[in-house]
């Protein structure tokens, strides 16, 4: 059988950047290749398996008009129809590569969920993804009780549940204090075998958030030398993400998850309108999403990235 001649590498533009974080090396990692024309689903998976990030993006020429670039997103173990910090990340890198948008205050993504408005704040670095729509679900109580043993909670500790889907589908936990978030130490081999990806939260009582907060910098510290001394603003909602499902037993930051989890909490009187959550401190990162559901009832899940490493890549 004859053999089809293996493609010939090229040097491609290509950035590593920090999303949800002012200060490199505080927020989620991604890499992106602003180029991936010619690169077949195999090239890109394997390029994401190599770089080990949560997730590596592929910039491309859009397919739908109204669109002013496409995305493919890649986890190392497969592609996803829609992530968060790729979303922001990605566009971030492709307006500092000198990307022009269609509009110029709202720049409008292609993935394979569909069409993805993300709106810019001239002058700052804040970017905010208009979130999907989300689909709801109460999750079977049989499966949700193994997940809660295995993540290491019991039950009066779970204040609701919902299996949140909007691309990416997680299991929502809404737990009864900062504290049990913060203290929470999964069994991630029996996630996996659950096939369970889980979005914890808790509100920050307002009297509580300041002691709170720098209660969680200190434990943050105790893993990584580099960990914040402080958090830029006072957090109104404590996340993490446990997703040893996809290869990733915690994510230090979120968008995704945030924005279900804001969907959802803001619909059923959980959480205000406009919020920050804070996710990543049990990782040394300082992560923060700014949440705002705005008169029309959209949900915008923003943060602030900042360019790592700037270069090219050979694929």
Known sequence: MKQRPLRQAQDRPFKQVDVFTATPYLGNPLAVVLDGSGLDDAAMQRFARWTNLSETTFLLPPTDPSADYRVRIFTPGGELPFAGHPTLGSCHSWLQAGGKPHAQDLIVQECKVGLIRIRRELGTQLLAFAAPPLLRAAPDPVWLAQVATAVGLK???????????????????????????????????????????????????????????ARANREARAFAHDAPDSITDTPDL?????????????????????????????AEGHAPERYVASQGVCLGRAGQVHIERDASGQVWVGGESVTCIDGTVTL
């Not at 996630?191 to 979005?199: C, D, S, T």
């Not at 404590?238 to 959802?264: H, K, M």
């Open 155 to 213: 039950a009066p500790q779970i204040l609701a549940a919902q299996l949140l889907d909007n691309g990416p589908m997680w299991l929502g936990l809404l737990l009864n204090s900062v504290e049990t978030v913060l203290q929470l130490a999964p069994n991630h081999l029996a996630l996996e075998k659950l096939n369970a990806k889980v979005g914890v939260a808790a509100i920050y009582p307002r009297e509580e958030a300041p002691p709170l907060i």
């Open 238 to 266: 404590e996340v993490r993400a446990f997703a040893a499902a996809i290869g990733i037993n915690e994510d230090p930051v979120t968008g995704s998850l945030n924005a279900s989890l804001a969907q959802w909490l803001i």
